[in-house]
Nanobody, 124 residues
Framework: QVQLVESGGGLVQAGGSLRLSCAASGRSRSTYAMGWFRQAPGSEREFVAAIGWSGGTTHYADSVKGRFTISRDNAKNTLYLQMNSLKPEDTAVYYC?????????????????WGQGTQVTVSS
């Protein structure tokens, strides 16, 4: 089992930045591929970014490419999402997720473990 706890969300003006963190605990926590997803009211959960266990492989949704950076510190068992140049359409609850293999994927159903989410609100 893996437990995930997100933090770092909040209210920010358009053009601003936030850094989300996801603290992982439990078994073999450094061997999982991990990702960030988001869900706005009335919308399905969508992929934001994913990273391999070593940090050498990353994938981004087109909507955040060039603005968001995913990273991880396995020594601290923590996943990060640096979000720059934020837009009102980035407003959502952001979730971190982990899966039982090192393969990086972008589909929510392929992740086994989820955090409780952290709210990000970008005002115009």
């Amino acid at each position: 089992q893996v437990q995930l706890v997100e933090s770092g969300g909040g209210l920010v003006q358009a053009g601003g930045s936030l850094r989300l963190s996801c603290a992982a605990s439990g078994r073999s926590r450094s061997t999982y591929a991990m990702g960030w997803f988001r869900q706005a009211p009335g919308s399905e959960r969508e992929f934001v970014a994913a990273i391999g266990w070593s940090g050498g492989t990353t994938h981004y949704a087109d909507s955040v490419k060039g603005r968001f950076t995913i990273s991880r510190d396995n020594a601290k068992n923590t996943l990060y999402l640096q979000m720059n140049s934020l837009k009102p359409e980035d407003t959502a609850v952001y979730y971190c997720a982990a899966r039982n293999t090192i393969v990086v994927v972008t589909t929510p159903s392929q992740y086994s473990y989820w955090g409780q989410g952290t709210q990000v609100t970008v005002s115009s």
